[in-house]
């Protein structure tokens, strides 16, 4: 019995499905989840453009989608690493005096690999479609749950002037009044 057709995917089918995706990024969870309904509405977009391989159905759709996201998780942690210099078309940019760390690397991150010498090209639209992706931390403003941060009370005012005793300056204000 032969092995069942896998879906293959070109450059052009996945610009379809992040196009897509990018138009309705509003559909999207927090964490960029798409509901099942948005996948099955780009799948005939990116079949229509198959040349080969299974058809590219809602599932496939979300699944390449999962596998991009996981891509575009790493290449995150490949921009922030110390010691190599990050390229949209040359990836970390790895050269003879770099080599040694590089491959210590791939032995823990395999998946890496392919970044070496090589960017990826769809870094910048994955950053529209999933933008709180590339920040994190505790103090991190994310409007969709009302986080701003480390949740501790601002300093104690009036923290601006300066001092050289530990006592607040007292402050003023001004009232106008009606009438004069």
Same mark, same amino acid.
């Given at each position: 019995?032969?092995? &069942?057709?896998?879906?293959?995917?070109?450059?052009? /089918?996945?610009?379809?499905? @992040? /196009?897509?995706? @990018?138009? =309705?990024?509003?559909?999207? #969870?927090?964490? #960029?989840?798409?509901?099942?309904?948005?996948?099955?509405?780009?799948?005939? $977009?990116?079949?229509?453009?198959?040349?080969? %391989?299974?058809?590219?159905?809602?599932?496939?759709?979300?699944?390449?989608?999962?596998?991009? =996201?996981?891509?575009?998780? @790493?290449? $995150?942690?490949?921009?922030?690493?110390?010691?190599?210099?990050?390229?949209?078309?040359? %990836?970390?940019?790895?050269?003879?005096?770099?080599?040694?760390?590089?491959?210590?690397? +791939?032995?823990?991150?395999?998946?890496?690999?392919?970044?070496?010498?090589? #960017?990826?090209? =769809?870094? /910048?639209?994955? *950053? $529209? +479609?999933? &933008?709180?992706?590339?920040?994190?931390?505790?103090?991190?403003?994310?409007?969709? /749950? #009302?986080?701003?941060?480390?949740?501790? &009370?601002?300093?104690?005012?009036?923290?601006?002037?300066?001092?050289?005793?530990?006592? &607040?300056?007292?402050?003023?204000?001004?009232?106008? *009044? @009606? %009438? =004069?």
């Amino acid at each position: 019995m032969p092995e &069942p057709q896998r879906a293959q995917w070109n450059q052009e /089918d996945e610009n379809v499905l @992040l /196009d897509y995706l @990018l138009e =309705h990024k509003s559909e999207a #969870g927090d964490g #960029g989840n798409f509901k099942q309904t948005v996948f099955e509405a780009a799948a005939p $977009l990116v079949e229509a453009i198959r040349e080969v %391989g299974a058809p590219k159905t809602a599932s496939v759709c979300k699944g390449k989608f999962v596998a991009l =996201h996981k891509t575009y998780q @790493l290449v $995150l942690k490949l921009r922030s690493l110390s010691g190599w210099t990050w390229s949209d078309k040359t %990836g970390c940019s790895i050269t003879a005096d770099s080599l040694g760390t590089w491959e210590a690397f +791939i032995a823990k991150t395999p998946a890496a690999k392919p970044f070496k010498n090589k #960017g990826w090209a =769809h870094f /910048d639209k994955m *950053t $529209l +479609i999933l &933008p709180d992706m590339a920040v994190r931390g505790g103090n991190v403003y994310r409007p969709s /749950d #009302g986080a701003t941060g480390v949740d501790t &009370p601002p300093p104690p005012y009036p923290s601006f002037c300066p001092s050289s005793s530990s006592s &607040p300056i007292p402050i003023t204000l001004y009232e106008p *009044t @009606l %009438g =004069h």
